[in-house]
């Protein structure tokens, strides 16, 4: 898949979960560049709960749910 941009998307926030406790198995790689350098990927879902005042984020890679997933929103 290519990452095109959209004239009408821009960010509103940041995702970061801590994935060093998964096995590099898990991860599917590639390689690209002029030195084909390999890389690893990561499908993930990210759902987020809206409860009064706040919304939780739940980081989920292979089918498990990350806890250390923190987010940082944009200005």
Known sequence: MT???IA???N???VNADLSDV???KFMK???G???EEYLMAEIK???TWAEDRVTWNFIFDGKSY???SVSYTD
Do not use: F
Request: net charge negative; hydrophobic share 35%; with cysteine.
């Open 3 to 5: 990452n095109m941009p």
């Open 8 to 10: 009408d998307a821009y």
């Open 12 to 14: 509103i926030c940041k």
């Open 23 to 25: 096995p590099e198995s």
């Open 30 to 32: 590639s390689r690209a």
């Open 34 to 36: 002029l030195n084909s």
């Open 46 to 48: 990210l759902e987020a």
């Open 67 to 69: 806890a250390s997933t």
